[in-house]
């Protein structure tokens, strides 16, 4: 069993930046990781994974070059930088463990959430 903690959300000024953190705990030996997002009215999306190794990342492409994502694993922590942050990214922010890919089905794992807001 996995247990993922999501932190650092918060409420945001257009073009402004956040830092997600994902604290793991429990067998948590190998696992890749991702970010999900929701916002409301519309369906959970993938942001970001990335391998256990940190040597293969992905991005969606409405935050590449933006968004960066990156692990700790003598922490147990995975982060999400954001920076130049748009409205459109306003939702509520998923740790997930199981897959670095887009494919939700490939998650076994998954945080409470957190909220990012951005303000215009």
């Known amino acids: 069993q996995v247990q993922l903690v999501e932190s650092g959300g918060g409420l945001v000024q257009a073009g402004g930046s956040l830092r997600l953190s994902c604290a793991a705990s429990?067998?948590?030996?190998?696992?890749?990781m991702g970010w999900f997002r929701q916002a409301p009215g519309k369906e959970r999306e993938f942001v970001a994974g990335i391998s256990w190794s940190g040597t293969r990342k992905y991005y969606t492409e409405s935050v590449t070059g933006r968004f960066t994502i990156y692990r700790d694993n003598a922490k147990n922590t995975v982060y999400l930088q954001m920076n130049t942050l748009k409205p459109e990214d306003t939702a509520v922010y998923y740790c997930t463990a199981g897959s670095y890919e887009p494919d939700r089905t490939l998650y076994r794992y998954w945080g409470q959430g957190t909220q990012v807001t951005v303000s215009s």
């Open positions: 429990g067998r948590t030996s190998s696992y890749a």
